[in-house]
T-cell receptor, first 113, second 112 residues
Framework: DAGVIQSPRHEVTEMGQEVTLRCKPISGHNSLFWYRQTMMRGLELLIYFNNNVPIDDSGMPEDRFSAKMPNASFSTLKIQPSEPRDSAVYFC???????????FGPGTRLTVT | GEDVEQSLFLSVREGDSSVINCTYTDSSSTYLYWYKQEPGAGLQLLTYIFSNMDMKQDQRLTVLLNKKDKHLSLRIADTQTGDSAIYFCAEVMNTGFQKLVFGTGTRLLVSP
């Protein structure tokens, strides 16, 4: 079975550009989570969806960040405009209904110059 | 406090036992998890313990839970160089949704 799929794996962009990160959760999972990992701040939960509905976006740093989940098999995290301090590894994770176990994707390493 | 806390770093020799500690925040957490992150990869679920248990053993892994002190530990027996990674504990937050709160992570370095 395919795990959580994220694309791209690496993204290098210039400050001010729009960045879109993509995630395909495990088929049948009903919760999806976006995390950011940096050396300074560790692993931070940005937002999570349940049945495609955003439940808690209190971790989203600021209005430059937005996330959508138009259907059960796809989610995007968008940063517009990007800044150097957004450089991090962004992970997507999903979990099945009734389970707390989260399955992580391989991450997208974002570098904003 | 509100943070799940772990020591940042642990160094052991191959063949020794490793013990990674975690202090969590919510005494009513139903499940507690241990995840492993290898370099350049996402987090991988290692094991978990249900809150009504004191101990769980899974091959080389032993999880101990002290609910009174809100303390969780992961013991790795016969540690191998392939065990070198970052280990995260995580607790379930009783928000009604499937949210985990992760610790700060402990970097385990196993030397030959």
């Amino acid at each position: 079975d395919a795990g959580v799929i994220q694309s791209p794996r690496h993204e290098v962009t210039e400050m001010g550009q729009e960045v879109t990160l993509r995630c395909k959760p495990i088929s049948g999972h009903n919760s999806l989570f976006w995390y950011r990992q940096t050396m300074m701040r560790g692993l931070e939960l940005l937002i999570y969806f349940n049945n495609n509905v955003p439940i808690d976006d209190s971790g989203m740093p600021e209005d430059r960040f937005s996330a959508k989940m138009p259907n059960a098999s796809f989610s995007t995290l968008k940063i517009q405009p990007s800044e150097p301090r957004d450089s991090a590894v962004y992970f997507c994770a999903s979990s099945a209904r009734g389970s707390f176990e989260q399955y992580f994707g391989p991450g997208t390493r974002l570098t904003v110059t | 406090g509100e943070d799940v806390e772990q020591s940042l770093f642990l160094s052991v020799r191959e063949g020794d036992s490793s013990v990674i500690n975690c202090t969590y925040t919510d005494s009513s957490s139903t499940y507690l998890y241990w995840y492993k992150q290898e370099p350049g990869a996402g987090l991988q679920l290692l094991t978990y313990i249900f809150s009504n248990m004191d101990m769980k053993q899974d091959q080389r892994l032993t999880v101990l839970l002290n609910k009174k002190d809100k303390h969780l530990s992961l013991r790795i027996a016969d540690t191998q160089t392939g065990d070198s990674a970052i280990y995260f504990c995580a607790e379930v937050m009783n928000t009604g949704f499937q949210k985990l709160v992760f610790g700060t992570g402990t970097r385990l370095l196993v030397s030959p």
